[in-house]
């Protein structure tokens, strides 16, 4: 098991975010597990608390300055010192670009990319005191271009360029900073998109799973397993990768 550290993790309510929550528990961390609602959390961490790990349920918006300031200060004196932060809080607002409104664009540019940025310059100080951090920034394949998704792929390579940037900041004081950048993972996310597109989840699956090499979709805890390899100790010298978890190459 590796040292007990504060592990921030937003978007911790479902999806990847509640799997790596659940991860990081595991091995050993203490967990804030942070979303718009608090409430919304209670089963993330009454999974952890039940298999006798700790967390924090924390509500905040993180692309509100005000909103992450408190949150951080909430994990602060209730937990302690955060050292891992992994910005996964995410948001989708597809339309053909003739159809995406201004609204739209800035909604999802706020949760990912000013949301990391918010979380990550929270947060920094405290790894910085501490001689060891770890940032993971939630991309996506989406980021090589997507169809319906000009904002949405837009703010996915923004955090591959955030991600890189920190890299280059931080490292010096022990911080590493990565991306995973899933492809198709099984969450309430890519249930919306099949909404959208007018497609029974099952044949959404059934299709994607075509496509990919491996011939499965991705699950959470396929993103949570290498999470919890790039917050732990040994993976000191990897930073500023984006790592694709897609269950085959990418382009
Ligand atoms: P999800 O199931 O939709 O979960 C995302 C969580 O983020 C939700 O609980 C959501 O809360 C929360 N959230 C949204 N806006 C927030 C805000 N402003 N402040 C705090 N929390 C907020 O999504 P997911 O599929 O697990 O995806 C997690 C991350 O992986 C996202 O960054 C996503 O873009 C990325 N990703 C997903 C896939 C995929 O195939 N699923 C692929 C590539 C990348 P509400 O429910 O209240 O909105």
């Known amino acids: 098991m590796s040292q007990e550290r504060i592990a921030i993790v937003t978007g911790a309510a479902r999806g990847i975010g509640a799997a790596t929550a659940i991860q990081m528990a595991k091995d050993g961390h203490l967990v804030a597990a942070l979303d ?71 909604a999802v540019l706020g949760v990912h990319l000013r949301g990391a940025f918010l979380m990550s310059r929270s947060v920094q100080g405290f790894m910085r005191s501490a001689g060891f951090g770890r940032i993971v920034n939630l991309s996506s394949t989406s980021a090589l271009g997507n169809r319906g998704q000009a904002n949405y792929s837009a703010a996915k390579a923004g955090m591959q360029g955030i991600t890189k940037t920190l890299a280059i900041e931080l490292g010096k004081f022990g911080v590493t900073v990565n991306a995973i950048a899933p492809g198709f993972i099984q969450t309430d996310m890519t249930a919306a998109t099949a909404q959208r597109i007018g497609v029974s989840f099952e044949d959404f699956i059934t299709d994607a799973a075509a496509q990919i090499p491996v011939a499965r979709v991705g699950q959470p805890e396929d993103v949570a397993n290498l999470m919890s390899f790039l917050v732990s100790e040994n993976a000191g010298f990897v930073s500023g990768q984006v790592i694709y978890v897609a269950g085959g190459p990418t382009d």
């Open 36 to 106: 718009l609602k608090a409430q919304d959390c209670a089963g993330t961490v009454d999974a952890i608390t039940a298999s006798g790990g700790r967390a924090l349920a924390v509500g905040a918006d993180v692309s509100d300055e005000g909103s992450v300031a408190l949150a951080v200060d909430t994990v602060v004196s209730r937990l302690g010192e955060p050292t891992i932060l992994v910005n996964n809080a995410g948001i989708t607002r597809d339309n053909l670009l003739f159809k995406m409104t201004s609204d739209d664009w800035d």
